[in-house]
């Protein structure tokens, strides 16, 4: 299996804190844990200043890890529909906290993908609503989370394919934070936890959640760029693209 984990890689640059949480960035930690507990899988990481915003090589890619928060704009809307297609032709792609709003997320969505935010140190219980579900292998319930930021509905998302988790916060709210959506040939999981000036990615809890997540949306069979025959658009053909 052929893992490609993508950071933009700007917090740990302008943050100290953060550097201080992940040395490595948080493309590293989340290589380390892969590598750690899916032993089949050749991991690389790129970041968005690498040449080509490290998108070149998406045919040997079979599963995509995308976390951004502070430039999604600054990756070129090109490269978000060849993200795009590459899931429809069969790629899995797990998309990680704010990533929600990443360019490739709202491609694969079709729909603005907002939600509620806060930044208090709020308590967290997400909990598995899919018993025995693959991604919820190995983790507790509920996954505690002593602090991080809140996400909240609504979450302007199509309605998953996959509903696997539910967040409660210690504010009172709740939020889908664990789904996957078919697109064509290609699997997306979407995973809320990651805020960047906490430890998430360090948690053996969530680090089990999203490494379930790569084996879950790994291709089963080859490419299908027969789903591609429709030329490329600003909205995915499959949700009702123009021509």
Sequence with gaps: MRVL??????AEQANPAVAALY????????????RSLVPNADVRTATLDDAGHGL???????????????AHDELPQELAVAVRDAVVAGMGFVALHSAHLSRPFVQ???????LIWRESDDREHLW??????????????PLVL????????PFVVPPPDELLGVSWYSGGEVFRSAAVWQ???????????????YPIYHDPAVQRLVTNAISYVAPRGGRRPDLLACPSAATPPFLGGGA
């Excluded at 984990?5 to 700007?10: G, L, S, V």
């Excluded at 579900?133 to 319930?141: K, R, S």
């Excluded at 697109?183 to 000036?197: D, I, K």
């Design 146 to 153: 002593a602090r991080h930021e809140m996400y909240g509905e």
């Design 23 to 34: 040395p490595d960035g948080l493309h590293g930690a989340l290589a380390a844990a892969t």
């Design 5 to 10: 984990i993508w950071n933009e890689h700007r």
């Design 183 to 197: 697109r064509g040939a290609g699997r997306v999981a979407y995973l809320s936890p990651g805020h960047e000036t």
């Design 56 to 70: 070149d090589d998406l045919d040997a890619t079979d599963v995509l890890v995308w976390w951004g928060h502070r």
């Design 128 to 141: 598995c609503v899919a018993p025995g579900h693959p991604i919820f292998a190995g983790v507790p319930q």
């Design 108 to 114: 694969l969505m079709g729909t603005s993908c907002a």
